[in-house]
């Protein structure tokens, strides 16, 4: 078992910048066999897209709309991954919630509770 705590949201005009983490803890050998580390977010009345991964240390992928704007990484020794998000847009508003793929004892995805970003236009 793996619980997931984000922070970091909030409101911030047009072209700011933010930056959520996400404290991850539990089963130590389920912590040790996180292969994935994913940002999602939801805005109202769309489904859930895949904002941003990172696996192992530094391999990394984002959604196209927010390449060059923001940045998945994570601190290993904090049991943290962050998500810099930069030149925020209006578009970026959304619930954002943080997610690990792991693969012991079993494949299984976990979530955080969401924390809300809002970029008024």
């Known amino acids: 078992q793996v619980q997931l705590v984000e922070s970091g949201g909030g409101l911030v005009q047009a072209g700011g910048s933010l930056r959520l983490s996400c404290v991850y803890s539990?089963?130590?050998?389920?912590?040790?066999?996180?292969?994935?580390m994913a940002w999602y977010r939801q805005a109202p009345g769309k489904q859930r897209e895949l904002v941003a991964t990172?696996?192992?240390?530094?391999?990394?992928s984002y959604a196209d709309s927010v390449k060059g704007r923001f940045t998945i990484s994570r601190d290993t020794a904090k049991n943290t991954f962050n998500l810099q998000m930069d030149t925020l847009k209006a578009e970026d508003t959304a619930v954002y919630y943080c997610?690990?793929?792991?693969?012991?004892?079993?494949?299984?995805?976990?979530w955080g509770q969401g924390t809300q970003v809002t970029v008024p236009s």
């Open positions: 539990g089963n130590l050998r389920s912590i040790h066999n996180i292969d994935i």
């Open positions: 990172i696996r192992g240390l530094s391999s990394t």
């Open positions: 997610n690990v793929y792991v693969t012991w004892p079993y494949s299984q995805h976990y």
